[in-house]
C-alpha cells in the first residue's frame, strides 16, 4: 500500500464521513436502506389500512435522522407497499398484478378478484394524427373516435385509458355503448372477434392534467402502454394508450420457448 493509502487508512474520519463534517452520499443510501428493511419488517405485521408511525417517531426509535426516513418512506411509497391517507401513512393493499393478455381491463381485474370499474373524462371525434393514422388505416387528419376513461379497481383510481377508434367502422357504439363498463365486450357483441395485439410497455411521468386526474404527483413513476389490436382478419380494430400508476398496479406474462 503506498503512502497515499496509508494516509487514507489513518485519516481520522468515521465510516462515510467526509473533511469537514460532510457525509458521503453511499453511506446516506445505506443507511436508507437499512431503515427502509426495518419498516418492511415492521409493516409486514400489520394489516390493510394500519397507521404507520410518523417520521419523527420512526427517526427516534432507529435512531437516525428525519430525512433518512423519509427516503425509506418515499421509496415505500412508490413501490406501493404504504399509501397516504389524511395528513398520515397507513399501510396500502397489495398491487393489482393484470397479465399481459388480448382481454379487457374488466376481465382481467374480475379474474383477480377486483372490483373494475371506469369514470369517462372524455368521448370526442378528433382527427387524427400520422401515428393513429397509421396505427388505424386511415388518412391523416380523418375523423376517428377519442375515448378517454379513468380506470378504476375498488373504487381506486389506478390508470388513464385513452382509445382511438374508427368513426367509419365504430360509430355505431355511440348510440348504445355505457363508456364505464368494457368496450371489449361491446365490440365483441358488434360481431367483431380480436385476433391479435402488439404492445409496448415503457415507464414515464405523468403530466400535470394525468396526475390531477389519478390523484398523485408529478413524481411518481408511471406504467404506459401502447398497443394496437387487429381483428381476426387483420384488420385494425383500436389504438390505445393506457397509462397506469406504478405504485398500484405491475403487470406479468406468461413466457414459454
Excluded: N
Excluded at 408529478?218 to 389504438?239: C, F, K, N, Y
Aim: with cysteine; aromatic share 4%.
Amino acid at each position: 500500500m503506498d503512502g497515499k493509502g496509508v494516509a487514507a487508512v489513518g485519516s481520522g474520519f468515521g465510516v462515510g464521513e467526509l473533511p469537514g463534517g460532510g457525509v458521503d452520499s453511499g453511506a446516506r443510501q445505506s443507511k436508507a436502506y437499512r431503515v427502509r428493511t426495518q419498516i418492511e419488517g415492521m409493516i409486514a405485521e400489520l394489516c390493510e389500512g394500519d397507521s404507520v408511525p410518523s417520521e419523527r417517531e420512526l427517526a427516534a426509535r432507529f435512531e437516525v435522522a428525519r430525512e433518512t426516513v423519509r427516503q425509506a418512506l418515499r421509496d415505500l411509497l412508490v413501490e406501493g407497499r404504504i399509501r397516504r391517507q389524511g395528513r398520515g401513512t397507513v399501510v396500502s393493499r397489495p398491487k393489482l398484478v393484470q397479465p399481459l393478455s388480448l382481454r379487457s381491463y374488466t376481465e382481467a381485474a374480475l379474474s383477480l378478484g377486483r372490483r373494475p370499474g371506469r369514470l369517462l373524462v372524455g368521448w370526442d371525434d378528433v382527427p387524427a394524427d400520422a401515428d393513429t393514422a397509421d396505427a388505424l388505416g386511415v388518412a391523416a387528419g380523418a375523423p376517428v373516435m377519442h375515448l378517454e376513461r379513468i380506470l378504476l379497481a375498488d373504487g381506486e383510481k389506478i390508470g388513464l385509458e385513452s382509445t382511438f377508434l374508427t368513426r367509419e367502422r365504430f360509430g355505431g357504439l355511440r348510440a348504445h355503448y355505457d363508456p364505464t363498463t368494457s368496450l371489449y365486450a361491446a365490440i365483441t357483441a358488434a360481431g367483431v372477434g380480436f385476433g391479435s395485439a402488439r404492445e409496448r410497455i415503457e415507464t414515464v411521468l405523468a403530466s400535470p392534467r394525468e396526475a390531477t386526474l389519478l390523484e398523485c404527483t408529478t413524481a411518481l413513476p408511471m406504467i404506459l402502454l401502447h398497443r394496437r389490436t387487429v381483428d381476426t382478419h387483420g384488420h385494425p380494430i383500436e389504438r390505445v394508450r393506457s397509462l397506469y400508476r406504478g405504485d398500484r398496479i405491475a403487470f406479468e406474462a406468461l413466457l414459454r420457448e
